[in-house]
């Protein structure tokens, strides 16, 4: 059920979701009493829109604009995933370090994976044809790598310190780390299923969101002011 033309933004500090339509854009009809919203993901196949707010995920139905459903967690969400060719929700949950595994057709939470003794779970990709998870944590700066078929954590790889945005290259096998200590680091999967750290690409202090455009082989960093530097976006050719 393909949605196009239709824009939903959250605003986090108003405690809201925004729905825009048309062109140009206008604002069309809102949803509030949502404190704390924050990531957003389509699934197109259901024709939902999944937000993160400070309880949990709602489900929007993204024809209507209406809430379809409303999945409590044990703490506020980061980021998450959803399964294409499934039903479940991978949702990072720092303040109870773990994990937490929901599904989508039940609206319930139905597993929870735990850090082993790491905190600050924040970004999150996943790799869905090799069943692989990887979950970037701050404390201590490293990344995670969970078998999506059983919860078991297959690796760990030591990466730079204040991740906030993670990225899977299908095409190459390789993670992208921004980190907002100043560089992305690069992570490659080797075709026995060992990481390598590839490279570290310079950005800027303070540089952490990002977003990589598979279609055009790009991987593009917000870098605020800092040091009498503009703020920019600089965009980093793939190869």
Do not use: K
């Not at 024809?63 to 060719?85: K, N, V, Y």
């Not at 937490?100 to 970004?123: C, K």
């Not at 992570?187 to 590839?198: M, N, R």
């Not at 917000?222 to 793939?238: D, E, K, L, M």
Request: proline letters at 4%; one cysteine or more.
């Amino acid at each position: 059920m393909p949605i196009t033309g239709r824009l939903f933004v959250a605003d986090g500090r108003a405690g809201r979701v925004d729905m825009f339509s048309g062109t140009p854009l206008v604002g069309t009809a809102y949803l509030d009493g949502l404190p704390g919203t924050d990531n957003v993901r389509h699934d197109a196949e259901r024709g939902a829109i999944y937000v993160g707010y400070e309880r949990g995920l709602i489900e929007i139905d993204a024809a209507t604009g209406s809430i379809a459903g409303d999945i409590r967690l044990t703490g506020r969400p980061q980021a998450f995933q959803l399964e294409r060719h499934g039903s479940r929700i991978f949702v990072n949950v720092p303040a109870a370090r773990h994990i937490a595994v929901l599904d989508r057709e039940t609206q319930t939470q139905i597993g929870t994976w735990e850090l082993a003794g790491m905190r600050d779970n924040f970004p999150m990709a996943l790799d869905e044809t090799n069943h692989r998870l990887f979950v970037a944590t701050r404390r201590p700066p490293a990344i995670l790598v969970y078998d999506t078929r059983n919860g078991a954590r297959l690796a760990t790889v030591q990466t730079g310190a204040d991740a906030d945005d993670l990225f899977y290259d299908e095409e190459r096998r390789r993670i992208y780390v921004v980190c907002g200590e100043g560089f992305v680091d690069v992570i490659q999967l080797t075709s026995d299923f060992h990481y390598e750290h590839l490279t570290r690409v310079s950005t800027a202090p303070g540089a952490r969101t990002g977003l990589y455009v598979a279609s055009r082989a790009a991987l593009y960093v917000a870098a605020p002011a800092h040091s009498g530097a503009t703020a920019a976006i600089r965009v980093y050719a793939v190869r």
